[in-house]
């Protein structure tokens, strides 16, 4: 049976509020008490699955990943893949998205982190600005056969789309980290350009044919990770990954489920904590509200710099962050992470409660070599969160973290990619971040991306509750 938008929303909710709602299942006041335990490092590791080992792709035979015992995958959709239409599939595989479900084809659209003008990879209707390389690629794949039935590019002409996220209606929302204006000149990773539009926004994905390639002016001229929205309200949560500081937005649409129509961009703020970066305690319970982003347009400053959006909303008692990353909206608490916000910088994962109007830190990371730079992040249909790590030391190799809701920290899965000329790729990859980590509807699946030299991987195995 074919899930419509409205049943792939009722879905996404049900695993959502089943895999971990700490407000729904202990109440606001224990959130607190429990978390605060996890600030003490003696209870923060947790057996998790087992020990990780490598184990052998299904679909190459390669052993890229390590996985603990009985997990299994398949790699698909590799850079350099045909795509529907004409063409190669870029690489840069960033965020990524479960955006509809018809039995065993599940449909994901998939980010490409591309900072190139070498010229975009969409029809032209799709695409935004005819230089830019960046964009989606729409893969409907069949997990039962274990391969893509079709790959096809869904938007382009964007720049540095990192994040994004599934909207409750099955589209994606694709966020741009690169901010720039039309007519002054960019540096990109291949030179100097000037570019005809501006950019720095966010675009909807549908779940099928093409994006319209026309930015959601309203929710900001920033550098965008991610966005998810709150399926209750119809408010979209919006992540900055900027540093030293960013700020943490929300969009309240003047239509629920049509973002394009307008509506009003504000940041989050804490009274009498203005620094939110350094100096936090896990479980302490902050009392919020928001201040209202004037010019959600005017990304570029009075100097040319591209924190036009961020400037207002710290001026009007916005509260900072730094390296905002992923966001999952659940419908009783929105998680979202700071890759090197704490203390030692090694990263904090955030939840807000929108009934309470409270912000909570989770958990912040006190040792590099328990936790490193958090990025991406999706809660588990059986409990717990995931995240994707992103660290920024070359040498170490890249893992997936799950997080229960105890505040314990166990490792998932890790990048084990070494090719000799294998999908004609050399190179050792170990230490390429994790990306677009979610799930199937029905849970049994895990997908995620490693971000070079690019592909995607969908894992199963005896999965337990209260894990992830």
Request: hydrophobic share 40%; net charge negative; glycine share 14%.
């Amino acid at each position: 049976m074919r899930l419509s938008a409205n049943d792939l929303a009722v879905s996404r909710r049900r695993f959502l509020l089943a895999g971990g709602s700490l407000a729904a299942t202990l109440g606001l006041g224990r959130v607190g008490e429990l978390l605060a335990s996890a600030g003490d490092p003696s209870n923060r590791k947790s057996a998790g699955y087992g020990p990780l080992a490598p184990v052998s792709d299904l679909t190459t035979g390669l052993p890229l990943l390590t996985l603990p015992a009985g997990f299994a995958y398949r790699s698909f959709g590799w850079a350099g893949d045909a795509l529907l239409g004409g063409g190669v599939c870029p690489d840069a595989h960033d965020g990524m998205g479960v955006v509809a479900a018809d039995g065993e084809v599940i449909t994901l659209v998939r980010n490409h982190e591309i900072v190139r003008a070498s010229g975009t990879f969409a029809p032209a209707a799709a695409s935004y600005d005819p230089l830019c390389a960046g964009g989606t690629v729409t893969l409907r794949y069949d997990s039962a056969r274990g391969e893509v039935l079709t790959a096809t590019p869904s938007l382009s002409g964007t720049l540095q789309n990192c994040a994004g996220g599934v909207t409750p209606w099955g589209s994606w929302l694709s966020c741009e980290e690169f901010v720039s204006r039309a007519g002054t000149s960019s540096m990109l990773q291949d030179g100097q350009r000037v570019l005809a539009r501006d950019h720095g926004f966010v675009f909807e994905v549908p779940a099928e044919g093409f994006s319209n390639a026309e930015p959601i002016i309203g929710m900001g001229q920033f550098r965008h990770e991610a966005a998810s929205v709150h399926a209750i309200s119809g408010i979209a949560y919006l992540t900055e990954d900027h540093a030293p500081d960013a700020g943490f937005y929300r969009f309240i649409p003047h239509v629920a489920g049509n973002l394009h129509g307008g509506g009003r961009l504000q940041m989050l703020a804490v009274k009498g904590q203005t620094d939110l970066r350094r100096g936090m305690r896990v479980g302490a319970l902050l009392p919020v509200h928001w201040v209202d982003i004037e010019h959600p347009e005017r990304g570029i400053d009075a100097e040319g710099g591209i924190t036009g959006v961020l400037n207002q909303g710290v001026a009007a008692g916005g509260s900072r962050f730094t390296r905002l990353e992923g966001c999952i909206a659940t419908d009783a608490v929105v998680y979202f992470t700071s890759t090197d916000g704490g203390d030692l910088a090694a990263g904090q994962v955030w939840g807000y409660y929108p009934d309470r109007q409270v912000l909570v830190l989770i958990y912040e990371s006190t040792d590099r070599a328990v936790l490193d730079y958090p990025d991406n992040v999706v809660l588990s249909p059986r409990g717990g969160l995931l995240l994707c790590q992103d660290s920024a030391r070359d040498a170490v190799v890249e893992k997936l973290h799950g997080l229960t809701a105890q505040g314990e920290l166990f490792e998932f899965a890790g990048n084990n990619v070494v090719l000799n000329g294998e999908r004609g790729f050399v190179g050792d990859f170990r230490a390429q971040e994790w990306a677009g980590a979610c799930f199937s509807p029905d849970g049994r699946w895990l997908f995620a991306n490693i971000y070079r030299p690019g592909f995607s991987v969908a894992i199963t195995g005896p999965w337990q509750m209260g894990l992830i």
